[in-house]
Protein backbone atom coordinates (compact mmCIF):
# COMPACT_ATOMS: atom_id res chain seq x y z
CA UNK A 1 0.00 0.00 0.00
CA UNK A 2 1.83 3.42 -1.03
CA UNK A 3 0.75 6.32 1.16
CA UNK A 4 2.17 9.61 0.26
CA UNK A 5 2.15 12.61 3.16
CA UNK A 6 2.89 16.11 2.26
CA UNK A 7 4.22 19.11 4.06
CA UNK A 8 5.54 22.74 3.69
CA UNK A 9 2.30 24.15 2.66
CA UNK A 10 1.22 27.95 3.79
CA UNK A 11 0.67 31.78 3.18
CA UNK A 12 3.48 33.23 1.52
CA UNK A 13 3.84 37.24 -0.13
CA UNK A 14 4.29 37.76 -3.66
CA UNK A 15 8.16 37.01 -4.24
CA UNK A 16 8.47 34.98 -1.63
CA UNK A 17 9.13 30.87 -1.27
CA UNK A 18 8.28 27.73 0.32
CA UNK A 19 9.79 24.37 0.44
CA UNK A 20 7.19 21.41 -0.10
CA UNK A 21 7.92 17.74 0.89
CA UNK A 22 6.43 14.86 0.34
CA UNK A 23 7.24 11.48 2.47
CA UNK A 24 6.22 7.92 1.11
CA UNK A 25 5.58 4.74 2.32
CA UNK A 26 6.77 1.51 0.53
CA UNK A 27 9.99 -0.36 -0.46
CA UNK A 28 10.20 0.49 -3.89
CA UNK A 29 10.06 4.32 -3.88
CA UNK A 30 13.38 4.10 -5.89
CA UNK A 31 11.89 2.85 -9.05
CA UNK A 32 9.25 5.10 -9.37
CA UNK A 33 8.68 8.24 -11.47
CA UNK A 34 7.43 11.42 -8.49
CA UNK A 35 5.89 14.85 -9.12
CA UNK A 36 4.06 17.69 -7.85
CA UNK A 37 0.94 18.34 -9.49
CA UNK A 38 -1.81 21.11 -8.55
CA UNK A 39 -5.24 22.61 -8.66
CA UNK A 40 -6.48 25.82 -8.13
CA UNK A 41 -10.56 26.77 -7.31
CA UNK A 42 -12.20 25.83 -11.07
CA UNK A 43 -9.67 24.75 -12.32
CA UNK A 44 -8.36 21.30 -13.28
CA UNK A 45 -5.27 19.80 -11.82
CA UNK A 46 -1.93 20.04 -13.53
CA UNK A 47 1.28 18.64 -13.13
CA UNK A 48 3.56 20.91 -12.20
CA UNK A 49 6.82 18.96 -11.35
CA UNK A 50 7.82 15.42 -12.26
CA UNK A 51 11.29 13.79 -11.67
CA UNK A 52 12.41 10.30 -12.68
CA UNK A 53 14.10 7.69 -10.60
CA UNK A 54 17.45 8.50 -12.25
CA UNK A 55 16.71 12.05 -10.74
CA UNK A 56 15.95 13.71 -13.93
CA UNK A 57 13.14 16.56 -13.88
CA UNK A 58 10.37 18.15 -16.19
CA UNK A 59 9.08 21.21 -15.29
CA UNK A 60 5.65 22.80 -16.95
CA UNK A 61 6.15 26.13 -18.10
CA UNK A 62 4.58 27.76 -15.40
CA UNK A 63 7.65 26.23 -13.38
CA UNK A 64 10.92 26.78 -15.17
CA UNK A 65 13.02 28.91 -13.76
CA UNK A 66 11.47 29.18 -10.18
CA UNK A 67 10.41 25.60 -9.00
CA UNK A 68 13.18 22.93 -8.27
CA UNK A 69 12.13 19.43 -7.88
CA UNK A 70 14.22 17.25 -5.95
CA UNK A 71 14.35 13.45 -4.60
CA UNK A 72 16.24 11.43 -1.86
CA UNK A 73 15.43 7.91 -2.87
CA UNK A 74 17.23 6.57 0.85
CA UNK A 75 14.56 9.10 3.16
CA UNK A 76 11.93 8.30 0.05
CA UNK A 77 11.39 11.63 0.21
CA UNK A 78 10.31 13.96 -2.80
CA UNK A 79 10.94 17.89 -2.71
CA UNK A 80 9.55 21.39 -4.41
CA UNK A 81 11.42 24.30 -4.28
CA UNK A 82 9.27 27.39 -4.94
CA UNK A 83 10.55 30.93 -5.08
CA UNK A 84 9.33 33.53 -6.91
CA UNK A 85 5.53 32.77 -6.10
CA UNK A 86 2.87 34.79 -7.16
CA UNK A 87 -0.54 34.54 -7.12
CA UNK A 88 -1.55 32.49 -9.59
CA UNK A 89 0.88 29.93 -8.19
CA UNK A 90 -1.62 29.38 -5.54
CA UNK A 91 -3.34 25.73 -5.40
CA UNK A 92 -3.44 22.84 -3.39
CA UNK A 93 -0.09 21.01 -4.47
CA UNK A 94 -0.39 17.54 -4.44
CA UNK A 95 2.23 14.90 -4.39
CA UNK A 96 2.13 11.77 -7.09
CA UNK A 97 3.69 8.62 -7.56
CA UNK A 98 3.49 6.81 -10.50
CA UNK A 99 3.99 3.06 -9.95
CA UNK A 100 3.45 1.12 -13.43
CA UNK A 101 0.04 1.91 -14.54
CA UNK A 102 -1.18 3.54 -11.17
CA UNK A 103 -0.80 6.66 -10.75
CA UNK A 104 -0.71 7.37 -6.02
CA UNK A 105 -1.91 10.61 -4.39
CA UNK A 106 -1.04 12.39 -1.53
CA UNK A 107 -4.05 14.34 0.22
CA UNK A 108 -3.03 17.68 -0.85
CA UNK A 109 -0.83 20.90 0.94
CA UNK A 110 -2.20 24.66 0.18
CA UNK A 111 0.01 27.03 -0.69
CA UNK A 112 -1.37 30.50 -1.14
CA UNK A 113 0.10 33.26 -2.39
CA UNK A 114 -1.21 36.74 -0.97
CA UNK A 115 -0.12 39.94 0.57
Known amino acids: QVQLMESGGGLVQPGGSLRLSCEAS????????MGWSRQAPGKQRESVAV???????NYSDSAKGRFTISRDNAKKTVSLQMNNLNSEDTAVYYC?????????WGQGTQVTVSS
Open 96 to 104: AMKRGAQTY
Open 26 to 33: GSDFRLNI
Open 51 to 57: ITPAGSP
